[in-house]
């Protein structure tokens, strides 16, 4: 009896051990800096660790590729050689592009073009005359930001499987896509390695995969763009949830008004359209980022008429408006796509003035 005893309790210790090391082996979690911000990674399976691992790799090797600013960039060293070709009078440079560069490039000139140019992953002559990109910020003249948008019609690029044809003067920015697309390169990444469902962070941009164990949808707040915390937050299954905030890069110029990092690709200034945050929510990180940047440019209506009108991927979205009350105390006005009604749920209803549901 003794024995019996001593072995049961054996086998319930082995059992405890063995959950305990299995459950530690199925979760985990890493928090880093990358392309400007915060990023962390939660994802339960197999191996999830060293998935964790491969992904941020990759995080590292992509923003090799795609950052504007970092020294070894390949994008700032082809935006280099883009400005250099113009100082020595050149028409364009001929590249050939790292295998990893394509469909980013590809994706985000359809976008462009989906989107009739509102997203426009040229801006960057324009962007870095407002001091985006370097932290110094100014208004720049004019005559000044005329010249520069002279140097981001993006239909005049051409590449093909291996070079790409950039007209003098051209340079990329992927500000308003590189982390939905990074998004989507980690979760094929963690998929691949073993992991069953996990959510991803990437500075206020989530993106989840897979079904929680327990069903349960994922839970993400949506931040106030007028005050601290969260103004609302949203049950979904799977997928991207990304928002464009004018609160998130700006500053204040001489002459009193706010500029934020948004730029209306059309008039090469900051958007001033009364929006403070758009969020998309796709399946696709690239796709939900580069519209929450061209809906945010496109304004209220347009932004309405273009989900209205696509016959694209399918995405919902969250329009945040500022409007001043009498008593000149921020008030938002919120407008969101019908299939969220039983999604979304506003936490902060104070600031908010009208919400509006907007059916197809
Ligand atoms: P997001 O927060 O996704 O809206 O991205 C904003 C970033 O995208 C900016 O900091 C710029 O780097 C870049 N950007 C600004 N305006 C545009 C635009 N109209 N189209 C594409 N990228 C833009
Ligand atoms: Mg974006």
Redo the contacts with the bound molecule.
């Keep these: 009896m003794k024995n019996i005893k001593y072995i049961f309790t054996i086998l319930i210790l082995f059992c405890f051990l063995g959950s305990c090391t299995k459950s530690d082996k199925n979760y985990a979690k890493a928090s880093f800096e990358a392309m400007d911000t915060w990023m962390t990674i939660q994802c339960w399976g197999k191996d999830c660790e060293n998935a964790i691992s491969i992904a941020r790799e990759e995080v590292t090797s992509l923003e090799k590729l795609m950052s504007t600013t970092k020294e070894d960039s390949h994008i700032k060293s082809l935006n280099q050689k883009s400005e250099n070709t113009l100082l020595s009078d050149q028409n364009s440079v001929v590249e050939n592009l790292p295998p990893d560069l394509l469909p980013l490039i590809d994706f985000s000139l359809q976008m462009a073009e989906t989107t009739k140019g ?4 040229c ?1 960057y002559p324009v ?1 870095r005359t407002w001091g ?2 370097t932290g110094t910020y100014k208004i720049p003249d004019e005559n000044l930001i005329k010249e520069k948008l002279v140097y981001t019609d993006y239909e005049k690029i051409k590449f093909d499987d291996e070079k790409i044809i950039l007209p003098a003067g051209m340079m990329f ?1 992927f ?3 590189g ?1 939905g697309y990074t998004g989507d390169k980690i979760i094929q990444i963690l998929k691949n390695h073993g992991a069953e469902y996990g959510i991803l962070d990437l500075g206020g941009n989530v993106q989840a995969f897979g079904t929680k164990n327990d069903g349960s949808p994922w839970k993400i707040g949506i931040k106030n763009p007028v005050d601290e915390g969260i103004i609302a937050g949203l049950s979904i299954n799977e997928g991207a949830v ?1 928002t ?2 004018g609160y ?2 700006f500053f204040t110029g001489d002459d009193g008004k706010k500029y934020i ?5 059309f008039s090469g200034y900051p958007v001033n359209n009364g929006l403070v945050s758009v969020t998309i929510i796709a399946e696709s990180g690239a796709y939900a ?2 519209l ?3 809906l ?2 496109m304004g209220i209506e347009e932004a309405v008429n273009f989900w209205k009108n696509n016959t694209d991927q399918f995405f919902d979205f969250i329009l945040m408006k500022q409007i001043s009350s009498d008593s000149e105390e921020i008030k938002l006005e919120i407008i969101y796509s019908d299939s969220l009604k039983d999604k979304i749920q506003i936490l902060e209803t104070s600031c908010v003035e009208e919400i509006k549901i907007i059916t197809k």
Excluded: C, Q, W, Y
């Excluded at 990092?261 to 690709?265: A, F």
């Design positions: 509102a997203f426009n992953p801006l962007t985006f990109t920015d500000g308003g896509i982390k990304i464009s905030g998130e890069r990092h948004i730029m209306d690709s980022d580069s929450s940047t061209a945010f440019v």
